[in-house]
């Protein structure tokens, strides 16, 4: 009776702390989407208003009574059950919470929205040395966040367990090591190749790629009293809700880019719109990690999306609604086209292929800054040498080199390798998925998408953040991460002289 | 220095109590404009996680403890400050909130919540019976609430309070009584009446209507990075913040009755953006009341927006966008047909001079409720017996009497008299202006509304939430509510054979 009351009261703090970050991630949204300009300054308040209650409500010292008192009865519960895993997770969000002071915590968010319209300049200006104090100060904040916990075997380690539970850098390292060799042969392979992709860029009506955004979706499948679909700059997925799942995506009038930025935010939105209505209101029932997320956008976005067989049953639909800029390209000259490996400056446009490339970079340079082998201000030198030295591409100035990316600017440290990890975890639930569905090309050929997306739901997503990623992976797959089906994904799509 | 720590840390909860309600309010619009419709059950868990948390801040004895502490100070600030009237309003918010067990604040929420679907239901199938199991067990739950209290001079007091703080009910009704048998009057006569307003429906496309919306808020003048517009059932006006102001309005194919709907929601969207910046993110900063909240909306909607003034700027403009609609009617035609006063069932649809009857009928119904003069089963048949004897109007059904509101499913005893409140005080504000601004039909005719915008900013919305109602009220215009300037008023413009 006493342990269900404490039990009680723990899920019941527990429901708090998540629908507060719940409601920030709508707030965000909104931000987005909807909000006029000027409400920045308040909307900033707002956010940092219910993050800081959540966070509060984390560290409140009667959360780690209550987890005292269920400490003897965690190990008489099945660690599968719910209850196990809601005290399992309370326990280690509470114990890494607890261990920085506020007055860290709130600094780290002070600079991080001080940083976030120096980096904005900077890159706009295309001068990093603009953006070197703000960068500074960023880091210094992250070395004393790193100096809360116990030593583990990397600096490094801390700042990736807050993006890929319990995933160490060592691992990371040994998998972009095993990755690096073999994306650098590819690319080298690939660039001989001469493939016509002009027809990709033209006048592709906006309105029509509405349509078509919609399509797409309704045809893998989605509630529409439960999805919608906003024009933004940068395309992301967030759920309010399982029943409330908003994806963007961006529309050029000059290219078909949007349909690829949907389909991958597709993967994201339905894997919070499937996650299990049971705990759908605690955190055991957000998703597992942001590796894990990334699995679900990549493996529609590329194991379908840039597949032959989606497009042997999609591209007759397309053509008709582009006539006049597809109606001469046959199949296969434009799937060779979407699947064009071309080294490039942006990692976000990135092909299948070089875009590891781009991941490993980050981490590398994340590594050296962590470590203190770098100097800050030869940041963008550093880059510039490793664009050269893996894709073989020369970077013309900071806006389009070291100032890319966001994640810097908000502290984002540990985040990037998790979009290469995210990659490789594609591959294998994407083998997963077809050794049980058996004709899963052929299904995706009917265009039926009905049971990817179940097997998806029952082998992914059920779990929701009740184990660690590599447990969830384990239980999906069979084997926890592995390059090796990822790279041979790569060599029979990429290594062939004709991709497709 | 422990004064000013109390302060300081009386100011900080009210901060944080005044944007957990503003991020609340946020969630409404977005629930009402962009939401998918299958989130209602998550939002509605969202909603009230905030309110909850709202309350329990303005409940927690600490804030009992610094207002103790804060007694003996109050009394030697100047009472016009912002301290003083912070501490003023915490004291009354506090006081009153504490009364109100937690779990009665729970029970009723719980009512308001099932009496929704309810109401909804019951309207739909007009049978006034579906919802009074729901009415009754929401009063019944206002009964207690008001026991809560300290009796007043009336029980209806206590509700009117939450709308028109320290409005006594005996003053609504001595304002009333003054207003019953003038309108009455008034309506019997233009009765009489043959106005020609057939050309107000009609073929009215509605991206042209969107156009013309956006046109009317740009006259009157607004900062577009600050505002936005959406298309709703029911038009409204919400803010989360004085630079993020969002006004909703209905648009029909077949009538322009969404620019007068959009002028309405621009008096609110006004108020809001114009509290003052410097106590706008505390409960200070807020509207006065949701009577002088009216005042704002009616003043734009009546004395600016079916002026003859504003059309002799503006009917050409109209007539441009709906040439085969108006191309015909003369500015005199078009202003009498917008002025048309025709007794009808439904009060979001009323004219100027029986829009008061029907918020008058609510008010007696209300005090009969309350004051157990009525059994809840006998209402629709009392609410037919005043719509014939005060507006000569035969009600077909519940859908079109009783039940055409949402006020009493959410509990809202004691709001709908600050309909008729805001419209009295209208007036009374608009007077003023004009003896300030001189010639303010003229600026108004020559399309020149910033002088008026800036009045109402100064001598209205800078006083915030800081006085009582009345006192801001007083402060803008010299007087407390007075009825005269508003029957002298309807009596100028509808009393002659022909209004204009």
Known sequence: MHVAD????????LEEIHELEAISGLLVWDQRTMMPPAGTRIRGRHTGLLRRLAHEKLIDPEVGRLLEELRPVEESLDPDSDEAALIRLARREHEKAVRVPPELTAEMA???????????????????????????????????????????????DVLLDDFEPEMRTAEVRRIFDEIKPEL??????????????????GNYPIDRQ??????????????????????????????????????TTHYSPSSIDSLFATIHEYGHGLYEH??????????????ASHGVHESQSRLWENLVGRSLPFWRFFYPRLRERFPEQLGQVELERFVAAINVV?????????DEVTYG???????????????????????????????????????????????QDVHWSAGHFGYFPTYLLGTVMSVQIWEAARRDLRDLDEQIERGEFGPLRE??????????????????????????????????????????????
Chains 1, 2 share one sequence.
Not at 274 to 287: D, K, N, T, V
């Open 6 to 13: 404490a039990l009680a009261k723990l899920t019941y703090r």
């Open 110 to 156: 002070r600079a991080a929205s001080e940083a976030a319209p120096a980096w904005l300049e900077a890159k706009a200006t295309s001068s990093f040395a603009r953006f070197l104090p703000a960068l500074e100060r960023t880091i210094e904040l992250r070395r004393r966040y790193v100096e809360c916990f116990e030593p583990r075997e990397e600096p490094y």
């Open 184 to 201: 650098v042969a590819l690319v080298a392979a690939c660039r001989e190749r001469e493939v016509d992709d002009s027809f990709l860029t």
């Open 210 to 247: 509405e349509t078509l955004a919609k399509e797409v979706v309704e045809l893998f499948g989605h509630r529409p009293d439960a999805w919608r679909i906003d024009p933004t700059e940068h395309p992301f997925a967030s759920a309010a809700g399982i029943d409330d799942i908003r994806i």
């Open 274 to 287: 499937q996650l299990p209505e049971r705990i759908a209101h605690l955190p055991i029932g957000e998703a």
């Open 342 to 350: 071309r080294p490039s400056l942006i990692r976000i446009h990135a």
């Open 357 to 403: 490339m781009h991941v490993i970079l980050r981490f590398e340079l994340e590594q050296d800054i962590v470590n203190g082998r770098i100097e800050l201000r030869d940041l963008p030198e550093a880059w510039s040498q490793k664009m050269w030295e893996y894709l073989g591409v020369e970077v013309p100035d900071d806006a389009h080199g070291v100032l």
């Open 455 to 500: 097997w998806l739901g029952e082998h992914v997503h059920a779990h929701g953040r009740k184990f660690t990623p590599q447990e969830t992976l384990r239980r999906a797959t069979g084997s926890t991460i592995d390059a090796r089906p990822y790279l041979a994904y790569l060599r029979r799509k990429f290594g062939a002289p004709i991709p497709a």
